[in-house]
């Protein structure tokens, strides 16, 4: 025992004396210059699903200098290889990591953020495991699938104590206009919103077709009902109404949810019930015309396809002018991706906190299981259930397919 505490000694000290012996570099990038921070002050960050507006949202976070991109994952090899790509051209280096599976990615202690952007159907299981690793979290929206999502990706959030983004750049910087007036008191007392968005998702039915060698189509399908591939069934193209995931019932709820976040978003803005959910769901059919009006608890009601009503047409109280108040606005420089760096900076909310944007995409669900069952609801929105209405909770949520649960 003693002639081995010797000799690791000695190894030890020759160790040790050939490591003070090599000159220590460290490299220009990793100090800054310019306006690029030194790498302890950049949020390195990695994403998942990096198709459509993955790649937007992909090409914000890395032309950023206070960001330092090292990972990317999709379930399709051709996507992620060519994101990979666009990371080591930025860095003119080869150190991006590709991986097919987000839990991988999730796992890398050196990653401070995410941003997701896959179909609708995966957005909660990603970010509340992202949470659970102590990630901070951009998705894009809409943010959830179901009803009952929604709380689980807030309670992750808070849990963990991690910044959660929701992802529409259009509730702040294309509704402005409609904001504005009502937040500085020029409409006077409002009255009512109306959105005017759809349609609902469909079923999809499209024949079978050969699995191209790229993509992993099992982790594709995750939590959704086993289906076979067809290449419309999982385009991402911007499409509600057919040959893509957004239109089809097992990963989106169509235009009502994907439009219906920014529309939705902007109009619970303009009328400021961003933190509120609606009490009850007014069924109108009227002739031919089906519409909904959402009332709050405040009496304000938000209207949807109401007839002869314009989108974002805000009610207000002619001849009367209020005071105004402060309107919310982007912390840091950057937009919303410039938002959400700022909040990881500084652990404060961002402008999209995930509770505004669950509470925005709340709606969309809320109006989607009224029109499905044709009639008015009662909505409990601190229990998180329709009041006295079985039939109606049974949409609350969907099963997932093993092994995939929140």
């Given amino acids: 025992m003693a002639r081995h505490q010797n000799n690791s ?36 960050m990695g994403g998942i699903g990096i198709g459509n ?18 990972a990317v994952c999709d379930c399709r090899s051709d996507v992620r290889d060519a ?10 280096n080869a150190d991006c990591t590709a991986y097919g599976d ?9 990653v401070d953020a995410v941003h997701v952007a896959t179909p ?14 102590g990630k901070d979290v951009y998705c894009q929206k809409p943010e959830t699938r179901t009803l009952a999502e929604g709380p689980a990706m807030v309670a992750a959030a808070r849990r963990y104590s991690r910044v959660v983004s929701g992802g529409s750049q259009r509730v702040l910087e294309d509704y402005r206009d409609t904001v504005e007036p009502c937040w500085n008191g020029e409409k006077g007392t409002i009255r009512s919103i109306n959105v005017n968005v759809g349609p609902l998702s469909q079923p999809c039915n499209l024949p079978a077709e050969s699995v191209p060698e790229t993509m992993d189509w099992e982790m594709w399908l995750g939590p ?10 999982c385009d991402g193209n911007f499409s509600t109404g057919g040959g893509s995931w957004r239109s089809y019932i097992d990963y989106s709820g169509g235009g009502m949810t994907d439009w219906g976040a920014h529309h939705f978003g902007g109009a619970t803005f303009a009328i400021d019930v961003r933190e509120d959910q609606p009490e009850e ?9 089906k519409y909904l009006s959402f009332r709050y608890p405040s009496g304000v009601m938000l209207h949807h396809n109401k007839p002869n009503t314009g989108n974002l047409q805000v009610e207000g109280t002619p001849g009367e002018k209020i005071a105004g108040k402060p309107l919310p606005s982007y912390k840091g420089h950057g937009g919303i991706y410039g938002d959400f760096i700022e909040c990881v900076k ?61």
């Fill in 9 to 44: 000694r000695r190894d030890f000290l020759r160790t040790a004396g050939a490591a003070v012996s090599i000159p220590y570099v460290i490299t220009s990038s990793a100090l800054g210059a310019g306006d690029v921070p030194p790498a302890s002050d950049r949020i390195v």
């Fill in 53 to 70: 507006m993955g790649r937007g949202d992909q090409g914000a976070f890395l032309g950023r200098s206070d960001v330092q991109y090292v």
């Fill in 83 to 92: 994101a990979k790509a666009k990371v080591d051209e930025r860095y003119q």
């Fill in 102 to 110: 987000f839990r991988e990615l999730l796992a890398r202690a050196d």
């Fill in 120 to 133: 609708d159907h995966w957005h909660a299981i990603m970010v509340v495991e992202a949470c659970r690793n």
């Fill in 224 to 233: 959704a009902p086993w289906a076979p591939y067809n290449k419309a069934r």
């Fill in 281 to 289: 769901v007014i069924y109108h059919d009227e002739s031919d015309r």
């Fill in 346 to 406: 500084t652990r404060e909310k961002p402008f999209r906190d995930i509770e505004l944007a669950v509470n925005t995409v709340a709606l969309s669900h809320l109006g989607i299981i009224a029109y499905q069952l044709r009639r008015s609801l009662r909505w409990n929105a601190v229990e998180q259930q329709f009041v006295d209405d079985a039939e109606a909770n049974r949409f609350l949520d969907r099963a997932r397919r093993e092994p995939w649960q929140l």
